[in-house]
Each structure stands twice: as C-alpha cells, then as structure tokens.
C-alpha cells in the first residue's frame, strides 16, 4: 500500500517539465520560464541563464538560483508547493520576501 501512495504522489505532482513563472515585485510582474528536469534521481531546474540542483519533499520544492545586482551577485531562495499542474510559493532575497507563482506548460 504505501509503495502504491508513493507512486500515486509521484504521479500527481510530476514536476519534471517547462513552467511559466511569475514574480510579483514593487516595479511590476517579472515573468520567467524554469525547466524542471530528472537525472540520477537528482531534480534539476534551468533558467535562461542558470543551472542549480532542487530539493524535493513531496510537493514542496527548494532551490537557490543567483541574480545580478548593482551590488554584485545576490542568492534568491525559492520554497515552492505544487499542486497538479500549479506552484505558488516565496522568494527570499536581500532581506525581502515575494510571492512567485508558476504554471506548467
């Protein structure tokens, strides 16, 4: 039985693809793609400009992606929940937090 909710869970939020992001910041809605990817049961994510490694339990994620600043490089870190084919969660960088939501493709 749990091996069979396991697969159930796994199936339900199938991470693996291309999501549209969106980031609601006081200058606007930065919109962004993030490609999701499985190697050696490693998740991977993928923007136009980075690659970095994604922690999974369940359907919550966590990564940390880098920006450019006008004071240098800056970590952003992502807490992220999905369900079915939605993620909506925060993005902590430089002492604030936003709200990002992203939708599969």
Known sequence: WHDQQSKDTVTKYNIVGTWSMSINTKRGERKSELAISLKDDQYLGKTDKHNFP???E???LFWTSTIK???G???VKYSM???DDEMTGTIQASGRT???DGKKK
């Open 81 to 83: 929940t999905v369900i």
């Open 73 to 75: 490089n800056m970590p």
């Open 69 to 71: 600043s006008p004071m």
């Open 58 to 60: 369940g359907n919550h």
């Open 54 to 56: 994604i922690t999974r």
């Open 98 to 100: 936003l709200n990002v």
